[in-house]
């Protein structure tokens, strides 16, 4: 905006008895129109920006405001109600070393009557990356009787020619470190390792059967002794088209699964884990009735003597018998019944899910996010004093409700549940001169249910903090290598980041991990018990 327009879009301040409800009126619409300019600019910028780099230019800089002459802040809440921590893997950590080697090294000319007092310790850490080849000499025997007989590899190293700590090794770099496959290559290249691109590929995605059912295992034991699971998605390409990847987990596991659609089947297909059924029950019927489904088709579904479909295809074949056609009543029937079918297996009807407010997610009890709640607050700009300070004045009452809300989580009461439903009720009912600001108000206030579900839930976050944070791996990914070319590498990527965050939830070391899973040793427990230990669940 130049500086004319600028002058031009300050308005002078209107004094108090020189205002009618028509200036008022016509002030808002100026506002109104000045809120949707500056996100024009906004998009216009981004757009030059983007064309920019799509020429080789540089885009715009975002040069950050000095802060010459200001007192650093103080840490700030993280969300959580803590003091903000330092970043994953920061933290110095001490352990007991594991001595291979110890070196005695004496003083040159100690003089004659010197008394020894002892050694003084001072250790090295290092690595010893080399090749490390073993050949197996088979020998061939042939009995008295002419039947030939011959020596078997040790089993440890029955999966081919490459060891345990090569595997584990590629299999570390690759989904914990983020080294694509190229630069893996070039490095086991040059230390000497022969290998090629496909080897690679093989290692990273075949035969990986025993990690896949155990990250099946990581979701039925978490939501099994889970009151509550934290859910995201966000997008992940596969055989370069458009997909999404969607986060299902909370403190005690991390579970990811990808697929080509974010709609509420496709999250109660993931929740359902490995099972297959549709399952017609009391539970599906409700959920279609709530959702308005035709009282014909709920009643011939009532009526159906067969109320347990074992898989799709006899889930298909029953919708086109009853004629369900429609995609709407489809979409409603077949949401039940997964839904069905999920109470039906056990799943603790009482379950939290919370989420960001996308619409898939809303099923059994949902929970909102006060962190993107505030969001549709947060953006918002003042055009002149007094609506800046309205904005401000609202959000200090929002982060008071938000810390007193956690202070509730710790130490909740009948009398202090009652006083924070009246705050909220009164700050998201409140008028104010700025009609944006009011009409983000009326929208947090249509989910108060579900932002304050945590009165009736205190175990619960405020936040999806968590899922987003584990959720991050995707993003950082897509960002690195793009998206995945064949299912059996999606399958696999999905599976190894799923361990790979749970062990970080449970402080075992990833590597120790492969290596004892590679070697059959088995001395960590698997993971979906873990869990269940974790949570004092007998398992």
């Known amino acids: 905006m130049s500086l004319i327009n600028k002058k031009l879009m300050d308005l002078p301040e209107i004094p108090e008895d020189q205002r009618t409800p028509l200036s008022d009126h016509l002030l808002e619409i100026i506002f109104a129109h000045k ?21 080789g230019e540089k885009p715009k800089p975002k040069i950050k405001p000095s802060n010459l002459g200001k007192k650093p802040k103080p ?56 090749p490390y080849n073993v050949r197996y000499r088979l020998e061939r025997w042939v009995t008295p009787s002419g039947q030939s007989i011959i020596g078997q590899i040790p089993e440890g190293v029955r999966q081919g020619h490459f060891g345990n700590i090569l595997i ?41 059967d025993s990690f896949h059912l155990e990250k099946e295992d990581i979701l039925s034991a978490g939501l099994e002794v889970s009151d509550y699971v934290n859910v995201d998605d966000t997008g992940a390409r596969h055989k370069g088209r458009n997909g999404y990847c969607t986060h299902i987990g909370n ?91 999920i109470l039906e297996h056990g799943l603790n009807e009482d379950i939290v899910i919370l989420s960001d407010d996308a619409g898939q997610f809303n099923v ?4 909102l996010c006060w962190i993107h709640a505030e969001r549709t607050i947060n953006k918002l700009v003042g055009f002149n004093e007094q609506q800046r300070d ?24 009948p009398k202090q549940k009652e006083d924070l439903t009246q705050r909220f009720d009164q700050l ?33 976050p405020l936040h999806n903090n968590l899922s987003e944070n584990d959720i991050r791996e995707y993003v950082k990914r897509r960002k690195i290598s793009g998206g995945t070319r064949s299912d059996l590498g999606r399958k696999a990527r999905d599976t190894f980041v799923s361990l790979k965050k749970t062990c970080r939830k449970h402080g075992i070391s990833f590597w120790e991990y492969l290596q004892d899973r590679l070697s059959g040793k088995m001395k960590i427990p698997r993971l979906g018990d873990w869990i269940r230990r974790k949570a004092k669940v007998p398992g």
């Not at 950590?93 to 100690?110: C, G, S, W």
């Not at 009643?299 to 479909?309: I, R, Y």
């Not at 609202?394 to 956690?406: E, R, S, V």
């Open 168 to 208: 584990g090794y590629i299999l570390y770099q690759y989904y914990h470190c983020m080294v694509t496959q190229p630069l893996l290559l070039e490095g086991l290249l040059e230390m000497g390792i022969d290998i090629s691109s496909e080897q690679i590929n093989n290692i990273l995605i075949e035969g990986k």
């Open 251 to 341: 403190e005690l596991f991390a579970w990811f699964a990808s697929t080509e659609s974010k709609s509420r089947i496709n999250f109660l297909t993931l929740l359902r884990g490995k099972q297959a059924d549709y399952v017609i029950n009391q539970d599906a019927l409700d959920y279609m009735q709530a959702h308005k489904l035709p009282k014909k088709i709920l009643q011939s579904l009532d009526e159906l003597e067969e109320k347990n479909l074992p898989d799709q295809q006899a889930w298909e074949s029953m919708l086109s018998r009853l004629g369900i056609t429609t995609k709407r009543h489809v979409q409603i029937v077949t949401e039940g019944a997964l839904l069905g079918s």
């Open 364 to 367: 059994f009890l949902h929970a």
């Open 428 to 460: 998201f009912t409140t008028k104010t001169c700025f009609a944006s600001l009011n009409q983000a108000l009326e929208r947090i206030y249509k989910n108060k249910s579900e932002l304050l579900l945590v009165l009736r839930r205190p175990e619960i």
């Open 75 to 130: 840490d700030e809440d993280n969300g959580q109600g803590n003091i903000k921590a330092k970043r994953p893997g920061s933290k110095k950590k001490r352990k007991k070393l594991e001595i291979h080697k110890t070196v005695i090294v004496a003083p040159e000319n100690i003089p004659k009557g010197s008394q020894f007092k002892g050694h003084e310790d001072y250790f090295v850490q290092d690595l010893l990356i080399q």
């Open 35 to 55: 809120e949707h300019i500056q996100l024009q600019n906004e998009i216009i910028q981004g757009l030059k920006d983007e064309i920019a780099r799509l020429k």
């Open 390 to 413: 309205a904005l401000n004045s609202i959000k200090d009452q929002l982060w008071t409700l938000y810390d007193d809300l956690k202070a509730y989580k710790e130490n909740p009461s």
